[in-house]
């Protein structure tokens, strides 16, 4: 079910139930120039999990963030959970939306069972990708955003994958087209100053997930699986033939990694 809430009077969409969930809920966030549809394919096979999917500002039904700061991003998860009076939940994020999950991890961690970091990883840019982020940042102000977005979604499969799916890769073009400028360069601004948050995973009071792809061209495995080193208690897989959308390329196992995980915490 559709539902709109005002955070700091923004319009926030998220998709779920209206009411407080029975037991704790698995919190779905969508990566960059995306919306909560990137989760459709996962969906029919998380049936009986009470799953909630929020649009994240500037991108879906969801106004732009007041400020480009993913403290601003993680304060909107907040809001849902008050809204539907969520004590506690297990946060999932997929690649940017891993990226608020961490920083959502370090100002509230009590509110977490789990935290799923879906091709994502808690090291700050690199000088290199802050600079990729300005060129993506000058495109988009330069009336480029259908080019930048273009050049933006096969590179996030696996080249197999994209060659084999082309109208796949085709909508998802289509829906980043869709989003506003305004959401795109407030993220990517977000993106470039966000903080490291290894020291959030070492704190970590709940287990995490890292759901990784051998051939993910943005979220290499080799650093993301020293990352998973680092909290008390750590799930992890590493999916092959798979880049950075597990979601699209391995969706049975996508989603039963992420029902196990959700059982495994919302059992303890
Ligand atoms: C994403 O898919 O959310 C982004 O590619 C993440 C990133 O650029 O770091």
Redesign the pocket.
Not at 94 to 97: E, F, I, K
């Given at each position: 079910m559709k539902n709109t809430l005002l955070a700091n009077g923004h319009r926030i969409v998220y998709h779920g139930p209206r009411d407080t969930p029975k037991g704790i809920p698995l919190v779905l966030l969508h990566?960059?120039?995306?919306d909560s549809t990137l989760w459709a394919p996962v969906l029919p096979r998380l049936r009986g999990i009470p799953v909630i999917r929020i649009d994240l500002p500037g991108f879906g039904g969801s106004a732009p963030p007041l400020a480009p700061e993913m403290a601003v991003y993680a304060d909107v998860v907040c809001a849902v959970l008050n809204e539907l009076g969520i004590a506690r939940c297990v946060l999932a994020g997929?690649?940017?939306?891993g990226?608020v999950a961490l920083e959502f991890a370090a100002q509230h961690p009590e509110r977490l069972a789990g935290l799923g970091l879906v091709?994502a990883h808690p090291f700050a840019?690199t000088p290199e990708?802050r600079e990729n982020r300005r060129r993506g940042i000058q495109m988009v102000h330069a009336r480029k955003k259908h080019l930048y977005v273009a050049q933006l979604f096969p590179g996030?499969f696996a080249p197999a994958f994209a060659q084999a799916h082309p109208k796949t890769v085709d909508a998802l073009i289509r829906n980043g087209r869709r989003q506003p400028v305004a959401g795109i360069v407030a993220a990517l601004k977000s993106?470039m100053n966000r903080a490291d948050h290894t020291a959030t995973l070492g704190t970590l009071p709940c287990p995490a997930l890292f759901l990784l792809g051998q051939q993910d061209a943005?979220?290499p495995p080799a650093q993301a699986l020293g990352a998973a080193a680092l909290p008390r208690v750590a799930d992890v897989h590493l999916l092959p033939d798979v880049g950075?959308m597990g979601m699209f390329e391995a969706p049975d196992r996508t989603a039963e990694i992420l029902s196990g995980f959700w059982r495994f915490c919302s059992a303890k």
């Open positions: 990566g960059f120039c995306e997929h690649s940017m939306g990226y091709h840019d990708r996030l993106m943005i979220v950075h």
